[in-house]
């Protein structure tokens, strides 16, 4: 196959945030099966891609970049080359991310730039994979990245890639803390194993096979954040706490300034703030911003990764 000369395609693809997540036992591959609620928010990666003869990536952008490789590890390249390898597409790809999503922050920016780049390259070299069959590739790429591709709200179980559309009414607002560092996920889940060994006296074993509490699929379907708030959780958070002792303190400035509630977005270090609507997110992101917190506002659900332009 080859492809159509001198195109760019764009792609947006969102972060997210996860209002729930569950983690069961560990098994004997050293995985664990998880329940997730996602949620798709509007803080995107750009990627544009064009043809080339090899696999390359740029990167810009508003967040810190020193920690995403510009090599042959990049998600993207990866993602690139896995397209090329599944439809037999003999050229390469330029790819160009401008990243706004935080890196190694628990919010899927790897994985948005991942099924961006899919839906990007199918687009370009005219390979014409279905939904189904993007999304096959996305599984093969990491947990998230099909939800990125899918966007909106929708649970997640498996290693959270199976996927399962949730209904979610009406527009949940957001203020996420950034931090100016990394948490690795598997040193999360490392942490998040120690402690159920160190407290195994005191709390119940880990579901085998986690699910989301109906009472948060309710709540989503209400579109009402008080019922969000009161119901969101993350087996992870503790987790990321004791590896990272000053997200606690975050996350009280958060409720003390007016959040109906906070929690560590997947593996962290963000912390998303729920508000009770757009004007209470706006006077949250204002207190801190104050204690000198690198705070965004975001709304959600927002579609998944969608061609903006050629």
């Not at 397209?83 to 050229?91: D, E, H, M, N, S």
């Amino acid at each position: 196959m080859t492809s159509p000369s001198g195109r760019t395609v764009h792609v947006k693809a969102p972060g997210k945030v996860n209002v729930f997540l569950k983690v069961g036992q560990v098994l004997d591959d050293g995985y664990h099966d998880v329940a997730i609620a996602y949620q798709a928010v509007s803080l995107y990666e750009d990627v544009q891609v064009s043809e080339a003869d090899d696999f390359s990536v740029e990167l810009t952008g508003t967040v810190e970049l020193s920690r995403v490789p510009t090599d042959g590890a990049n998600l993207a390249i990866t993602a690139a080359r896995l397209l090329a390898a599944k439809t037999g597409y003999r050229g390469g790809a330029r790819i160009r991310i401008d990243k706004h999503v935080p890196v190694t922050g628990g919010m899927g920016g790897g994985s948005a730039d991942a099924a961006a780049t899919l839906l990007a390259c199918d687009a370009l070299w005219g390979t014409e994979l279905s939904r189904d069959e993007l999304h096959e590739l996305a599984r093969k790429l990491g947990a998230d990245v099909p939800f990125a591709l899918t966007g909106g709200t929708a649970i997640g179980t498996g290693r959270g890639d199976e996927l399962s559309p949730a209904l979610a009414q009406g527009s949940f607002s957001w203020v996420l803390a950034l931090a100016d560092f990394g948490l690795s996920t598997p040193e999360v889940y490392r942490e998040l194993d120690l402690h159920r060994e160190r407290h195994a006296q005191d709390i119940y074993p880990a579901d085998p096979r986690p699910t989301v509490d109906s009472d948060v699929l309710q709540a989503l379907r209400a579109g009402d954040p008080h019922m969000l708030a009161a119901v969101m959780h993350n087996d992870l958070q503790a987790a990321a706490l004791k590896l990272e002792p000053s997200l606690g303190q975050v996350l009280e400035l958060g409720e003390q300034n007016g959040a109906l509630a906070g929690i560590v977005s997947g593996s962290g270090p963000t912390v998303a703030f729920l508000a009770a609507d757009a004007d209470s997110a706006l006077e949250l992101q204002v207190a801190l911003s104050a204690a000198r917190l690198n705070v965004v506002r975001a709304t959600g659900p927002v579609h998944g990764a969608r061609i903006v332009g050629e």
